[in-house]
C-alpha cells in the first residue's frame, strides 16, 4: 500500500509535467524537477543505471559534445546558457530510468495527458484570440505568434505538439478505439486541432502532416473496414489536405490575409525560402572548423559577424541562427556533434521499424522534416519535447518487443 501510494505520488507530478508541456514553460519545468526528485526517493528500480546507459546513452553522449564544445568556447556565458538548457539530455534518462515497467497502458496514457494539455493550451490561445478581437478590435490575434503570445510559446513548437496529438489520435482510431462515440469524439478532436495547426503556420509540420495523414488514410481506405468508417476516414483527409492548401508554399497565406484585411503576396513566400537559403549557407561557410564547429557559446557571435562582414544587416540585428537542426549542429560542433545528433535522431526510427512499431515511426519521422527548416533543439520547447518522446519510446520498444506489425496493422 505504502509502495502504490509512492507511484501514485509519482506518477501525479509525472503527467503533470507532460501536461504542462505545452500550455507553460516555467510550471513544466518545476514539474519536472519535482518528478526528478520524486523518483530518486519513491522509486525503486536495481536495474535503474543499467537502464540509463542502455536506454539513454546517445542522449547522454550529445551533451557530453556540448561540454567538450565549452573547452574551445570563448564566450562562456552563452556556454553555460546552453548546457543549462540541455541539461535535459541528461536528466530525462535519470527520470525514465527510475521507471521499473513502460506498458502499453502508460504509453497511451502519456499521449492522453500530453494531448490533454494540447487541447487546453490550444483553447487558451484561441479564447484569448477571441476575446482581443471583440474587446480590442484586433483580429490579428489568430495569426503565428500573436496566437500563442498568452501562453509565451513559440508557434512552431506549438505546431509540433499539435502535429503529435493529431498523430496520437489518428493512430487510436486506427488501432485502439473500436466504439463508435469514441471514434467520433476523436475525430472531432482532430479536425480541431487541424485548425489550430493552420493558425500556427508551421509549414515543416504541414509536409509532415500530409506524409502521415496519408498513411492512415491508405491504410482504412484499402484494408477490409465498414463503409461508414473509410468515409469518415476519406472526409477527416480532406479537410487536413484543405488546411494544407492554406499554407502551400504555392499561395499566398490566406488565411493570415484575411484576418488582417490585407493581401500577402507569394513573393513574401519565396523570399522566406531564399532567407532560409542564405541563413543555411552563411552557417556553413562561417564554420571555422569542420570536425568540431566554432564551439558551444560562440555560434551566436560567429554568425553575426559572418552577417555583418557579408552585407546583410538585417540578419545580423536578428542573430539569426542555420534555421536547420542538422547545419546548426554542424556550425556550433562540427562533424562530431552532427553525427551524434543523427544517432540520436535515427535510433529511436530504426528501433520501432526493427520491432515493427509503426506508432514510433510516425512520431520520430516527423523530425527529419523540422530538423530541415528549423532548429528544434534550440528552445526548451522543442528540446524537451524530443527529449522525452525519445525516452519514452526507447524504454517502451526495449520492454516491449514486437507489440506491432506493419504486415498486420495490429497488435499480436
Known sequence: MVRLSRENSFSFFLFLFIFLIPIS????IKALIVSI?????LLKNRKWKDELFSNGWDLILYFFVLVIGMLYTTDMISGWSVLEKNLSFVMMPILFSRIAMLDKTMLNRIGL????????ASLICLSYAFWRNIYQDFSGGY??????SIINSHPTYMAYYVCFSIIFLLYLVSYEMHGRLQRILITIVILFLSFILMLTAGRSTFVSMLMMASFFFLKLLF??????RKLQAISVTIVLLLLILFQSSYSPRILAGFLEGTEISAGKIQGDTWERLVLWESAINASSNIYIGVGTGDYTDVITNYYKANNLPKFAESSFNAHNQFIQTFFSNGLIGLLV????????????????NIFGMLTFFPFLIYGISEVFLGRYQGLIFFVLLHQIFVKYLNQNLFKFSIKSFSAR
Open 143 to 148: 495569426y503565428y505568434n500573436e496566437f500563442t
Open 37 to 41: 526528485v520524486l523518483s530518486l526517493f
Open 223 to 228: 484494408e477490409p473496414y465498414p463503409i461508414k
Open 113 to 120: 495527458v500530453f494531448t490533454t494539455g494540447v487541447l487546453v
Open 341 to 356: 545528433l543523427l544517432i540520436t535522431l535515427l535510433r529511436p526510427i530504426l528501433m520501432a521499424a526493427e520491432r515493427q
Open 25 to 28: 514553460q516555467d510550471l513544466s
